[in-house]
């Protein structure tokens, strides 16, 4: 059973920084993309930055310069470290991979975490 399981989320004051982590667990045959999505409430669910299995990497234009996506591929595990935090950055973060379990070796699917706050105040 494959696993994201994210960490990191807090609160603080505008102008700080965070750093979210996201594990991957269970049987993994490989990861391809990996990735965090934000929901502020009312809002759809945004894709903030993403990182290859190669280590390219884009962000959304408002975190751009802010936000910085990283990997470490021995571990199953992206990080996203968040600094210059604004009151707008207040959302439920959530990781994504791109998986394939050793059982099904070869074949990829979408897998996302539980969630983590991530909370603002002005």
């Known amino acids: 059973q494959v696993q994201l399981v994210e960490s990191g989320g807090g609160l603080v004051q505008a102008g700080g920084s965070l750093r979210l982590s996201c594990a991957a667990s269970?049987?993994?045959?490989?990861?391809?993309?990996m990735a965090w999505y934000r929901q502020a409430p009312g809002k759809q669910r945004e894709l903030v930055a993403r990182i290859t299995g190669g280590g390219s990497t884009n962000y959304a234009d408002s975190v751009k310069g802010r936000f910085t996506i990283s990997r470490d591929n021995a571990k199953n595990t992206v990080y996203l470290q968040m600094n210059s935090l604004k009151p707008e950055d207040t959302a439920v973060y959530y990781c994504n991979a791109d998986i394939s379990p050793r059982v099904v070796a070869g074949t990829y699917s979408t897998y996302w975490g539980q969630g983590t706050q991530v909370t603002v105040s002005s």
């Open positions: 269970g049987s993994i045959f490989s990861i391809n993309d």
